[in-house]
């Protein structure tokens, strides 16, 4: 008989319900003092939830069992006391708004339903001490591949974790169907969270819109796939995940891991001036516009973000686009196949002081490649650096565009890694491409199979460029070659061999002499 209740008392623990949150500890619990519990249901006098809130009170420690539906009552506080364990239980908001804060823990099962007709604002949870509630997408009733529109219930659950101190919201695998943009704009922090990034899917199923809406900072996105499937590729706009700071500021503290954005009209990432951003093992692909999009509205700027072996191919447009970068990190960042005038293209005379670190640009094969792309980076501003990397299938590997200051060092610039059908044959690695590329420098570059290691734009003009080791002299039309000191070398790329130099020819090299510009 003692056998036989060991192995009953064995069965029994296993068939206790997973916590999400463990039993808070209050600052004022004395230490060893266990929780009392009390049961709530439809048969005891107390069946709401704001008739426990006031039975209990703010300062005796106890677990609420509540078994059964029992209605909120009226707008309530359940405090830091209360442990609600709502294991055989329910709470129906009754569709009111607004209803419950809770600032205790909550016992219940991961995947069970533990709120009912709570629309966004319904429940909130508000921890003031640890442990914070995580809010699976479950307790609303989102319940993956059923077919049915998840967006309330993953609505509500992210409006519950966005009033206050809390976990993240908690997303199981499986598929979930999203009709109409997630919106938060958190106080303090928000997570949004996936099982695994190939696990979990938001399934974007309108054809037009965001399917996330970020108008907040302190934003983290991981192990989530948002798809928007074949009819919403096709539709006019919308973006995967799409952030603007509502203060017209900037969108702070964003971090992405983990994350698939794919299939959308417009953008996989839209963001508004982002800053203090992370990325990390990001995949945007086959979207209708960018991969990637950073948006400039002043007076914010992309500035001071970080990408770590991020991937953006076979996007319509470029792979990635930022105007006015400054002072960003793009470490393995890969951009494959993506259409536009370059794969990745940093716009703007003010894009200062970026850095990448090992990039992999690539037309992989024509079937994906889209039409028009033909600059592997492109880089306009003051002060950015290339180091190292693998630029492939391009007809220019990477142009600086009025880029002061520039370098690139140890690019290897190959024709064609891969079968290529589409025959391309890259024409330069390095190419000064626009009127003005003023002190650019390439260092050590590399090639194999192309036609130069860099070209030079004939309308272009630069005052030092050292290419392989050697020394180019500056660069300039005859009319800007201005009064410099004696002794100053420039090849003037419009001057005829003359002396003194002379405008209207195919250029020649010019030597300051005795305060007179000698061409031979």
């Known amino acids: 008989m003692r056998k036989f209740l060991l192995v009953a008392l064995f069965l029994l623990l296993l068939c206790v319900p997973s916590r999400i949150s463990a039993e808070p500890v209050s600052s004022s619990t004395p230490v060893g003092t266990a929780a009392q519990h009390k049961i709530y249901s439809t048969a005891t006098t107390i069946k709401t939830i704001a008739g426990i809130a006031s039975d209990i009170g703010a300062t005796s420690i106890i677990t609420a069992d509540i078994y059964g539906t029992l209605s909120y009552g009226s707008a309530t506080t359940i405090t830091e006391n209360i442990t609600l364990d709502l294991t055989h239980g329910m709470i129906d908001c009754n569709s009111v708004a607004s209803a419950v804060i809770i600032r205790g823990a909550i016992v219940a099962p991961r995947m069970k339903q533990i709120f009912t007709n709570c629309p966004a604002n319904s429940i909130v949870f508000s921890q003031l001490a640890a442990p914070l509630i995580e809010a699976p997408v479950s307790w609303w009733g989102a319940k993956a591949g059923d077919g049915v529109d998840d967006t309330v219930a993953v ?10 101190r809390t976990g993240p919201v908690v997303f199981p695998p499986g598929q979930f169907d999203i009709s109409a943009a997630l919106t938060f704009s958190p106080k303090d922090y928000m997570v949004l969270q996936g099982a695994n990034t190939g696990d979990t899917t938001l399934m974007g199923t309108s054809a037009t819109g965001n399917v996330i809406t970020m108008t907040g900072r302190n934003i983290r996105i ?23 700071e509502d203060l017209g500021g900037v969108q702070a503290f964003i971090l992405l891991h983990d994350v698939v954005v794919t299939h959308q009209p417009q953008d996989g990432i839209n963001i508004d001036s982002p800053e203090l951003n992370h990325y990390e093992n990001v995949d945007s692909h086959a979207n209708g516009r960018y991969g990637i999009n950073w948006v400039r509205t002043a007076p914010g700027r992309p500035f001071h973000n970080v990408v770590i072996n991020t991937r953006v191919r076979s996007n319509i447009n470029s792979g990635f686009l930022c105007d006015g970068c400054v002072g960003n990190t ?38 994906l490649n889209q039409a028009g792309n033909n600059i592997g980076i492109r880089l306009a501003g003051l002060g950015n650096h290339v180091i190292g990397g693998h630029i492939s299938a391009l007809v220019t590997g990477i142009s600086l565009v009025n880029c002061d200051g520039c370098v690139i060092e140890h690019p290897l610039c190959i024709n064609s890694k891969f079968a290529d059908p589409g025959g391309f044959s890259m024409d330069a690695c390095v190419k000064l491409d626009a009127v003005s590329s003023e002190n650019s420098i390439l260092v050590d570059d590399t090639g194999t199979g192309i036609t130069a290691s860099y070209s030079i734009n004939a309308s272009s003009f630069f005052n030092d460029l050292l290419i392989g080791g050697k020394r180019i002299p500056g660069s300039a039309p005859q009319a800007s070659l201005g009064t410099p000191a004696n002794g100053t070398v420039a090849y003037c790329t419009d001057c005829t061999i003359a002396n003194p130099c002379a405008g209207g020819g195919t250029g020649a090299l010019a030597k300051r002499l005795n305060n007179t510009w000698i061409c031979n």
């Open 330 to 367: 793009f470490i393995n960042l890969e951009a494959w196949s993506n259409g536009g005038t370059a794969q990745v293209d940093l716009t703007g005379t003010d894009a200062w002081n970026n850095t990448f670190i090992d990039p992999d640009v690539e037309n992989q094969a024509q079937a």
């Open 155 to 164: 609505q509500a659950a992210i409006k519950a974790s966005t009033s206050g």
């Open 222 to 244: 991981e192990h989530l796939t948002i798809d928007g499937n074949a009819t919403r590729q096709g539709g006019a706009t919308g973006h995967g995940i799409f952030g603007k």
